[in-house]
Protein backbone atom coordinates (compact mmCIF):
# COMPACT_ATOMS: atom_id res chain seq x y z
CA UNK A 1 0.00 0.00 0.00
CA UNK A 2 1.12 3.34 -0.87
CA UNK A 3 1.80 5.97 1.93
CA UNK A 4 -0.13 8.58 0.11
CA UNK A 5 -3.39 6.63 0.06
CA UNK A 6 -6.25 8.63 0.71
CA UNK A 7 -8.05 8.96 4.23
CA UNK A 8 -11.31 6.71 4.19
CA UNK A 9 -14.05 8.97 4.56
CA UNK A 10 -17.90 7.88 5.35
CA UNK A 11 -20.52 7.68 2.83
CA UNK A 12 -23.76 9.57 3.37
CA UNK A 13 -26.89 7.42 3.82
CA UNK A 14 -30.65 8.24 4.07
CA UNK A 15 -30.09 8.36 8.48
CA UNK A 16 -26.95 10.00 8.12
CA UNK A 17 -27.04 12.69 5.58
CA UNK A 18 -28.72 15.68 6.64
CA UNK A 19 -25.67 15.54 9.71
CA UNK A 20 -22.80 15.13 6.55
CA UNK A 21 -24.94 18.02 4.61
CA UNK A 22 -24.83 20.12 8.07
CA UNK A 23 -21.59 19.73 8.72
CA UNK A 24 -20.30 20.84 4.62
CA UNK A 25 -22.15 23.93 6.05
CA UNK A 26 -20.09 24.40 8.65
CA UNK A 27 -23.20 23.44 11.48
CA UNK A 28 -23.30 20.38 14.10
CA UNK A 29 -26.87 18.68 13.74
CA UNK A 30 -28.40 16.43 15.81
CA UNK A 31 -31.53 14.66 15.81
CA UNK A 32 -33.90 15.48 18.41
CA UNK A 33 -36.93 13.07 19.17
CA UNK A 34 -40.67 14.67 18.30
CA UNK A 35 -42.06 12.75 21.21
CA UNK A 36 -39.36 12.76 24.08
CA UNK A 37 -36.99 15.56 22.95
CA UNK A 38 -34.58 13.40 23.74
CA UNK A 39 -31.36 14.47 21.37
CA UNK A 40 -28.88 11.49 19.83
CA UNK A 41 -26.06 10.52 17.93
CA UNK A 42 -24.85 8.43 16.03
CA UNK A 43 -28.41 9.26 13.83
CA UNK A 44 -31.31 7.01 13.18
CA UNK A 45 -34.61 6.33 11.94
CA UNK A 46 -36.15 6.11 15.57
CA UNK A 47 -35.85 7.64 18.96
CA UNK A 48 -32.94 4.91 20.36
CA UNK A 49 -34.78 6.20 23.96
CA UNK A 50 -38.76 6.12 23.36
CA UNK A 51 -38.63 4.37 19.76
CA UNK A 52 -40.92 7.06 17.94
CA UNK A 53 -40.29 7.67 14.45
CA UNK A 54 -38.37 10.11 12.41
CA UNK A 55 -36.62 12.79 14.81
CA UNK A 56 -36.39 16.16 13.60
CA UNK A 57 -32.85 17.92 12.95
CA UNK A 58 -31.60 20.50 15.54
CA UNK A 59 -28.74 22.57 15.24
CA UNK A 60 -26.22 21.94 18.34
CA UNK A 61 -24.28 24.40 20.31
CA UNK A 62 -21.34 22.35 19.10
CA UNK A 63 -19.94 22.55 22.94
CA UNK A 64 -18.88 19.86 25.24
CA UNK A 65 -16.42 18.02 27.53
CA UNK A 66 -14.17 15.81 26.59
CA UNK A 67 -15.19 12.50 28.63
CA UNK A 68 -11.98 10.80 27.62
CA UNK A 69 -8.91 10.65 25.20
CA UNK A 70 -6.55 8.46 23.79
CA UNK A 71 -3.09 9.71 21.79
CA UNK A 72 -2.59 7.51 18.86
CA UNK A 73 0.88 6.79 17.82
CA UNK A 74 0.31 3.57 15.69
CA UNK A 75 -2.07 4.23 12.69
CA UNK A 76 -4.85 1.96 12.34
CA UNK A 77 -3.55 2.06 8.51
CA UNK A 78 -1.10 3.32 6.13
CA UNK A 79 -3.87 6.58 5.71
CA UNK A 80 -3.19 8.13 8.82
CA UNK A 81 0.54 7.70 9.06
CA UNK A 82 0.89 11.59 7.91
CA UNK A 83 -0.99 13.26 10.70
CA UNK A 84 1.02 11.44 13.77
CA UNK A 85 0.74 11.32 16.45
CA UNK A 86 -3.13 12.65 16.96
CA UNK A 87 -5.55 12.45 19.84
CA UNK A 88 -8.91 11.31 19.85
CA UNK A 89 -11.47 12.23 22.27
CA UNK A 90 -14.93 11.17 23.18
CA UNK A 91 -16.85 14.52 23.70
CA UNK A 92 -20.18 14.84 25.62
CA UNK A 93 -21.92 17.28 24.04
CA UNK A 94 -23.84 19.79 25.87
CA UNK A 95 -26.74 18.32 24.51
CA UNK A 96 -26.00 15.00 25.82
CA UNK A 97 -25.04 13.10 23.11
CA UNK A 98 -21.31 11.41 22.88
CA UNK A 99 -19.28 11.86 19.57
CA UNK A 100 -15.78 11.06 18.90
CA UNK A 101 -13.55 13.63 17.62
CA UNK A 102 -10.16 14.28 16.69
CA UNK A 103 -8.58 16.87 18.67
CA UNK A 104 -6.65 19.59 17.00
CA UNK A 105 -4.38 22.75 17.95
CA UNK A 106 -4.21 23.87 21.42
CA UNK A 107 -6.56 21.23 22.47
CA UNK A 108 -4.20 18.25 21.48
CA UNK A 109 -1.62 19.47 23.25
CA UNK A 110 -2.31 18.77 26.78
CA UNK A 111 -5.91 17.30 26.99
CA UNK A 112 -8.01 16.75 30.26
CA UNK A 113 -11.13 15.08 31.29
CA UNK A 114 -13.85 17.43 31.49
CA UNK A 115 -12.13 20.52 29.29
CA UNK A 116 -14.23 22.30 27.41
CA UNK A 117 -13.98 21.85 23.32
CA UNK A 118 -16.12 23.24 20.34
CA UNK A 119 -16.82 21.91 16.86
CA UNK A 120 -14.95 22.57 14.15
CA UNK A 121 -14.77 21.25 10.43
CA UNK A 122 -12.21 20.07 7.95
CA UNK A 123 -12.50 21.50 4.42
CA UNK A 124 -15.09 19.28 2.40
CA UNK A 125 -13.46 16.20 0.58
CA UNK A 126 -14.08 13.55 -1.53
CA UNK A 127 -16.97 12.83 -3.87
CA UNK A 128 -19.34 13.21 -1.31
CA UNK A 129 -18.20 16.54 -0.01
CA UNK A 130 -18.06 15.34 3.32
CA UNK A 131 -16.09 17.80 6.09
CA UNK A 132 -15.17 15.68 8.91
CA UNK A 133 -15.64 17.60 12.39
CA UNK A 134 -13.24 17.68 14.80
CA UNK A 135 -12.70 19.22 18.31
CA UNK A 136 -10.84 22.81 19.37
CA UNK A 137 -10.60 24.73 22.75
CA UNK A 138 -13.58 26.29 23.38
CA UNK A 139 -13.18 29.88 22.86
CA UNK A 140 -15.00 33.17 22.89
ZN1 LIG B 1 -37.97 9.70 22.13
Redesign the pocket.
Known amino acids: MSELQARPLPVPNADTAPFWDGCARGELVLQS ?1 R ?2 G ?1 AQFPPRSL ?1 A ?2 H ?1 PAPAWRRASGRGRIASFTRVHRPPSAAFKAGLPYVIALVDLDEGPRIMLALRGKAAEAPRIGDRVKVGFDPPAGPHGIALPHALTEGP
Open positions: CQCTCRCA
